[in-house]
């Protein structure tokens, strides 16, 4: 019941930007953590970056200095703004959320995945 949606992917040339969003809907009790992930053609899916309720951010060494992660706890929703794209991070990039559903349950939820694709 719970749902994820990502948007703002797209096709870029390298050293442009992009935007991404992940809204959470459903019966939603808290939210502890949202992050995001991508996956490359022929590669496992990586942990991009993940931000907690808090505002405590992690990133991998790959994008730190070019990515922020951020988020909006009013809305149930977090970003990733992507600057100085390269054509590496070219991959499916999926939203991720752990999240109570109730007071004695957490599980993890995924978003369907949005396409970023750049160019050089």
């Known amino acids: 019941q719970v749902q994820l949606v990502e948007s703002g992917g797209g096709l870029v040339q390298a050293g442009g930007s992009l935007r991404l969003s992940c809204a959470a809907s459903?019966?939603?009790?808290?939210?502890?953590?949202m992050g995001w992930y991508r996956q490359a053609p022929g590669k496992q899916r990586d942990l991009v970056a993940h931000i907690t309720s808090g505002g405590s951010t992690n990133y991998a060494d790959s994008v730190k200095g070019r990515f922020t992660i951020s988020r909006d706890n009013a809305k149930n929703t977090v970003y990733l703004q992507m600057n100085s794209l390269k054509p590496e991070d070219t991959a499916v990039y999926y939203c991720n959320a752990n999240l109570r559903t109730r007071l004695s349950r957490a599980d993890d939820y995924w978003g369907q995945g949005t396409q970023v694709t750049v160019s050089s």
């Open positions: 459903g019966r939603i009790f808290s939210i502890n953590v």
